[in-house]
């Protein structure tokens, strides 16, 4: 049979839909990225934003319009959080964020029944749902899910009530995991969770964990999907400091430039903080690739508040801003605030804090020029080779490489948005 998978969201959904395409071919299945003649179609959703689930949704109704005949497997976040909703929806198979890692099982079942199958697990307490994946069919760089759930409960956010509270991998499954990606081909990996910092096994720490990845010879990079800035520890920067498989990257979401809204929001740190921190990493790093999160038009957000955060993100020089309009999620303290903000307001605050993320990611980019950075290979063509550096700039080679392997680089130009460099001989 054949099946195709459809993933909206984030690096965790990835990791779980390339468990899901490892496990099915292992025993059987035949993958094909045409889901309109596919025997079974999965959709893992994304519910961090109305848009999100607006777009899952959607793309449930189009599979179930250009292939009648699939098995229509749903699954992940959106449906977690808007059950009741998609049970009217005609799925075969209608999951949360439990039991994926039992789909052979799943799918089994429903073809001896014929009877469709719902399951939603609403408990927050959760045990960690092991999944192992040997080769990333779909990426270059490999992930690693490490840790599930968050109990931040920031006052915008939705996920952990559908992602339950913190969990975290085994120490050494994570270990046995990257050892056999690397052995595959895989010279980076992606440590990748809901709220990665916040990983713990048998007492090690984030920090414990890369420090012993770092020992396996053929992993050449390792790089954290995000962190936030209250778990840049001292332990931590010291591995930053000293650990040169560490790339030259972290992404550390600000979510808002002034106190006043960080407060509202229920961040854990103020902008003092923030920046003491970011000069810290800098001191270790000087050429350090800083990106972030910033949420505009959340409640309350005046003009004068926006401002504060346009310049804060100005004066931190980020390498990129991941900009978001506020997005109300019934259920969360936000949704309830007083002030929320226009769709026309959100809409060009955006649009500012954009621009402004596209000024300095080319001043950012700008700096490598004639410097050395290490680059994997993505995509290969006839003529041409593109990846990521370790610092996360988008280069673009004039030659053939060698697909998923590691080059030194040097940088040579940036012209109309396009980094180009050249190989070290």
């Known amino acids: 049979m054949k099946i195709s998978i459809l993933t909206l969201g984030c690096k965790v959904n990835a990791y779980e839909s390339e468990y899901m395409k490892e496990t099915l071919l292992a025993n059987g299945f035949i993958y094909g990225e045409d889901y309109k003649d596919s025997d079974i179609v999965i959709i893992n959703t994304c519910s961090v934003t109305n848009n999100a689930d607006i777009k899952s949704k959607k793309l449930l109704r189009r599979v179930k319009r250009e292939n009648e005949k699939c098995i229509l497997i749903v699954c992940g976040c959106s449906v977690q959080n808007n059950f009741e909703e998609y049970k009217d929806l005609g799925v075969d198979i209608l999951l949360g964020n439990r039991q994926k890692s039992k789909i052979i099982d799943l799918i089994d079942m429903f073809i001896a029944s014929k009877k469709p199958y719902n399951f939603i697990e609403k408990n927050r307490k959760l ?108 332990k931590f920067l010291k591995e930053l400091e000293n650990n040169a498989k560490i790339a030259n990257h972290l992404h550390i979401p600000l979510q808002a430039g002034s106190n006043e809204i960080l407060k509202l929001m229920n961040r854990k740190y103020d902008l003092n903080y923030y920046e003491e921190k970011i000069k810290m990493i800098r001191t270790i790093r000087p050429n350090i690739s800083i990106t972030t999160d910033v949420i505009v038009g959340f409640p309350q957000e005046t003009d004068e508040l926006f401002i504060k955060s346009y310049e804060f993100c100005e004066k931190i020089k980020f390498a990129k801003i991941h900009v978001f309009p506020y997005s109300v999620r019934t259920g969360t303290k936000a949704s309830l605030m007083d002030g929320q903000q226009t769709e026309i307001c959100k809409k060009m605050r955006s649009e500012k804090l954009v621009s402004l993320s596209n000024k300095l990611e080319l001043n950012y980019a700008k700096t490598f020029i004639d410097k050395n950075v290490l680059m994997v290979t993505e995509e290969v063509f006839e003529d041409y080779s593109v990846g990521h550096s370790s610092n996360y700039l988008a280069v673009r080679i004039d030659e053939k490489l060698v697909k998923n392997t590691i080059y030194n680089i040097k940088i040579v130009k940036v012209e109309n948005g396009i980094i180009k460099g050249i190989v070290n001989k």
């Not at 080769?135 to 270059?140: I, R």
């Not at 096994?201 to 984030?206: A, E, P, R, T, Y």
């Not at 012993?212 to 800035?229: A, D, N, Q």
């Open 127 to 234: 045990d960690f749902e092991t999944m192992k994946v040997d080769k990333f069919t779909s990426h270059t760089r490999a992930f690693i899910k490490i840790q599930d759930g968050c109990d931040n409960f920031c006052s915008y956010c939705i996920i952990p009530f559908v992602r339950g509270s913190i969990r975290s991998k085994d120490f050494s499954e994570v270990i046995k995991e990257a050892e056999t990606l690397s052995e595959n081909g895989h010279s980076e990996i992606v440590l990748t969770g809901i709220h990665t910092g916040s990983y713990n096994s048998n007492g090690k720490d984030l920090t414990d964990l890369i420090h012993e990845l770092s020992k396996i010879e053929s992993l050449k990079l390792i790089r954290i999907s995000s962190i936030e800035i209250t778990e840049l520890n001292d």
